[in-house]
């Protein structure tokens, strides 16, 4: 041996590192294996108990969603009048607007009318003064016939040309500050007007704006409206959806009510099965007892048929029996069997004196009687029908 | 019907013979009796030594008597003596265990007592072990010696009545004709004994076969065919010896009398007109009526028990069958229908079983149930013939052949026993079982 490992040093070294490693790998294998075989072992155990469900969640449930159902119904009715009521405000408000509008108009109109009316007594003015100038011409002629008729005129004249010139002065100042005042009145219509225009305009604008801000309501009206279309149509979506959700939790509803009504039969039906069960054990109970009872009759039967038989057994006679000849057996006996005595009685036509006399020595033969399987059958009056 | 004076005298000598035999039975040698099958259904009985007191010593073992017939009726396996456990004389001795462990169901036990002025006093009773009871209990007073086995036969009737239902036929006559060579000669003999064969008395002597003997139904006279005038003839002949007369002496055959069931008739066969028919002659009358009307021959008539109807053997069919008259329609009807032989009909006092010799390998007596037409061969002796029913039809007679030797045999009709009935020194044929002595209470 030692010279074997001697002579192949490597092979030997080889072969025992090969063991090793073989050995290792068997021993962490079969570890690994029966590691699993445990765990699995643990993870069979682990298995849930499945008890049974409760069913009246379920119910409760059921009724806290109708509960929110009408609760949101209310709210989106609610929602629908708010919103049909700001519906109705914007009309108003609209209604307001044009209201408004109109009466801008109006006033622009009298604006215009007013505008007009100056216009018309700057005309007015303008005949006035032109008139005047014609008087000035008249006076001025007058002036002059004056200075000619009276050098006294002259100064009248001069005084009247001072005059007139005054006045002339004064007329053309008057004239300017009539022509002023046209055109003042004129710059002011002009004003006026243009600030009728301007007000017109910006009335215009105004109304424009307005109408826009109308036209902008309405849009936003309609968008409203499309918005509450679109939110009535969401809402009705939503009802649908909502109607739809009401359908599926009344399917939720239902399948949890069949689910409940289910598990209602179910439990019904366990009770009604633990009924049953109470009722079967109590009708085992009872059938045991009857089959007791029956067994004891039946057991009392054949204590009979035995006791019957054994009499049969033992019934013999010299004398020819008619077939059909019987008697009902009366036996006394004693615990034992023992016959004490036998009367035949209500014997028929055929039951002879020695039919009878071979009977009642049959039951005496037989004695002692068999035993009942049950003590408590046990009997000391037998009666039973004989027939050979 | 006038005799020659030769046979005449012949028959008186004969005759005289026979009346005085009737006073001497215990000279004659009696039938022996063998129970030959073991009984089966045979109930066990005990029949205890009867006490014997009085003066006089018993001449009779009565109950040996009643214990025999008892077994010969093959219903009762009577205890043999030594078997007895006990022999009490009275009911106060009667330890009822000792008797059930024996299986014993009934003792019979009784007492006979010798007078001083040579009668007998007896009584008899019958214990149910079982029940523990006295069924049956009965006197005798005054009998006279020779009446003591009577008295026993009657016994065994109560007995048997008591148990069994049925009235005995023990206290009841046998006839029967005895067959002996003697001096390279044959000796016909017509004998009347008791059921059991004892008594036996010679009525008729004749070197001429002797046949058919006939029991009128009171008892009191044999009608039989004798040949002694060379030819059949019927003879009727009283048992008190007052009285014989060839009543049918016709040409031709003079055979098969039978008494009809009131005595007032009888059916014979003859044939007087050439062949041979049914006739029946009114016996105060002597008037015959020809019944049968056949070119075959009809013979062996039998009465049904209401007088009504024959019955009768006819080869009509070219074989002997058994066929019946109406005697009110004259109408006839075949009534056997088993094999191709059937002869010598017989019907039993009740009415219910004719009898009759059925050819099945060899000779056998069948009985066919008139009630349900059903047939059974009875019998499987060698060669039987002339069936004859005790009284109480419980039990039948009829002759065989037994090593070539004529012998009769009783069988119960339910065939529960059979037994042979025998001479020493001869054959026995033809029997006749005789009516009730005295008529069943």
């Known amino acids: 041996m030692m010279s074997f490992i001697k002579r192949y040093p490597l092979s030997t070294l080889s072969a025992l590192v090969l063991h090793l490693v073989l050995g290792l790998a068997l021993t962490s294998n079969w570890l690994a294996s029966d590691a ?6 643990q993870v069979s155990d682990d298995k849930p108990v499945t008890e049974p469900r409760i069913m009246s969640q379920p119910m409760e449930t059921f009724a806290v969603d109708q509960q929110l159902v009408a609760q949101q119904l209310q709210r989106i009715q609610d929602q629908e009048q708010a919103k049909q009521q700001e519906q109705a405000r914007l009309v108003e408000e609209a209604r307001k607007t044009e209201e408004r509008l109109a009466q801008i108009r109006r006033e622009q109109e009298a604006e215009a009318r007013r505008a007009e009316q100056a216009r018309r007594e700057a005309d007015i003015e303008r005949q006035r003064l032109a008139a005047e100038r014609q008087r000035a011409a008249e006076e001025q002629r007058r002036a002059e016939e004056a200075r000619k008729l009276a050098q006294e005129a002259e100064r009248r004249r001069q005084q009247a040309e001072q005059q007139a010139v005054q006045m002339t002065k004064e007329a053309e100042a008057r004239r300017q500050q009539a022509e002023q005042q046209v055109a003042q009145i004129a710059q002011e219509g002009e004003r006026r007007r243009q600030l009728a225009e301007a007000e017109a305009q910006r009335i215009a604008a105004e109304s424009d704006r307005q109408r826009q801000a109308e036209e902008q309501r309405l849009r936003e009206l309609e968008a409203l409206q499309r918005q509450a279309q679109l939110q009535a149509q969401q809402e009705s979506e939503r009802q649908k959806q909502l109607q739809e959700q009401i359908r599926q939790q009344e399917l939720e509803r239902a399948r949890l009510e069949a689910q409940a009504v289910a598990a209602q039969k179910l439990r019904e039906q366990l009770e009604a099965e633990a009924l049953r069960q109470r009722l079967a054990d109590e009708e085992a109970a009872r059938q045991r007892e009857i089959s007791r009872q029956r067994e004891l009759v039946s057991l009392r039967e054949s204590y009979i048929s035995a006791i019957s038989a054994k009499v049969r057994e033992n019934w013999r006679t010299p004398a020819e029996i008619s ?58 009056n037998i009666r039973f029908i004989f027939k050979p | 019907m006038p005799l020659n004076t030769k046979k005449s005298r012949h028959f008186i000598v004969i005759w005289a013979c026979a009346f005085m035999s009737l006073f001497a039975p215990s000279v004659y040698a009696s039938l022996v009796i063998e129970i030959s ?63 059930r462990t024996l299986d014993i169901d009934h003792i019979i036990m009784g007492s006979v007592t010798g007078r001083p002025d040579g009668l007998f006093d007896l009584d008899v009773r019958v214990i149910d072990v079982l029940r523990q009871q006295q069924v049956l209990g009965k006197r005798w007073r005054s009998i006279p010696r020779a009446q003591l086995r009577q008295v026993a036969h009657q016994m065994s009737d109560d007995i048997f009545l008591e148990l069994t239902g049925v009235p005995g036929a023990f206290n009841t006559r046998l006839a029967y004709v005895t067959v002996r060579d003697k001096d390279n000669q044959r000796h016909y003999t017509l004998e009347v004994s008791d059921s059991d064969g004892h008594n036996p ?46 009543v049918a002496d016709f040409s031709g055959i003079n055979s098969a009398p039978a008494w009809s069931p009131d005595g007032r008739s009888l059916a014979l066969t003859l044939s007087k007109d050439g062949n041979a028919d049914i006739y029946i002659m009114n016996m105060q009358t002597r008037a015959l009526r020809k ?36 005697l009110n329609t004259n109408q006839e009807d075949r009534v056997s229908f088993e094999g191709r032989y059937n002869a010598n009909p017989v019907m039993s006092p009740n009415g219910r079983y004719l009898a009759m010799v059925h050819a099945n390998n060899g000779f056998n007596i069948a009985l066919q149930d008139v009630y349900n037409g059903d047939f059974f061969v009875l019998t499987n002796t060698f060669l039987s013939e002339s069936p004859s029913f005790s009284p109480n039809s419980d039990m039948l007679v009829y002759a065989m052949n037994r090593d070539g030797k004529g012998q009769l ?33």
């Open chain 1, 36 to 41: 699993q075989v445990f765990k699995m072992a």
């Open chain 1, 323 to 380: 077939s059909e000849a019987q008697c009902e057996l009366a036996i006394t006996q004693e615990p034992n069997g023992r016959v004490i005595s036998v009367r035949t009685e209500n014997c028929n036509a055929q039951a002879t004196p020695q039919f009878r006399q071979a009977a009642e020595r049959a039951v005496f033969r037989a004695s002692p009687l068999p035993q009942p399987a049950v003590e408590e059958l046990f009997e000391r």
């Open chain 2, 37 to 99: 099958d073991g009984v089966e259904n045979a109930l066990p009985i005990a029949v205890v030594p009867f006490q014997q007191t009085g003066v006089v010593s018993i001449p009779e073992d009565i109950s040996a008597i009643i214990q025999y017939n008892l077994r010969r009726s093959g219903r009762f396996a009577p205890l043999n003596e030594n078997q007895l456990p006990s022999r009490p004389s009275s009911l106060e001795h009667l330890v009822y265990e000792n008797w």
């Open chain 2, 201 to 246: 008395r010679p009525i008729l002597r004749s070197r001429m076969p002797i046949m058919s003997p006939a029991w009128s139904p009171d008892g009191s006279k044999l009608a039989y065919v004798t040949f002694e005038t060379g030819r059949s003839n019927v003879v009727v002949q009283h048992l008190d010896g007052s009285k014989r007369e060839i």
């Open chain 2, 291 to 326: 019944v049968t009307r056949h070119w075959a021959i009809e013979t062996e008539p039998t009465w049904s028990p209401d007088g009504q109807t024959l019955y009768y053997n006819s080869d009509r069919r070219g074989q002997p069958q058994i066929f019946k008259m109406d």
């Open chain 2, 409 to 441: 045999a009783v069988v119960s009709v339910r065939g529960r026993s059979s037994q042979i009935l025998r001479i020493a020194d001869g054959q026995v044929r033809e029997p006749a079982w005789g009516p009730y002595l005295t008529p069943p209470n």
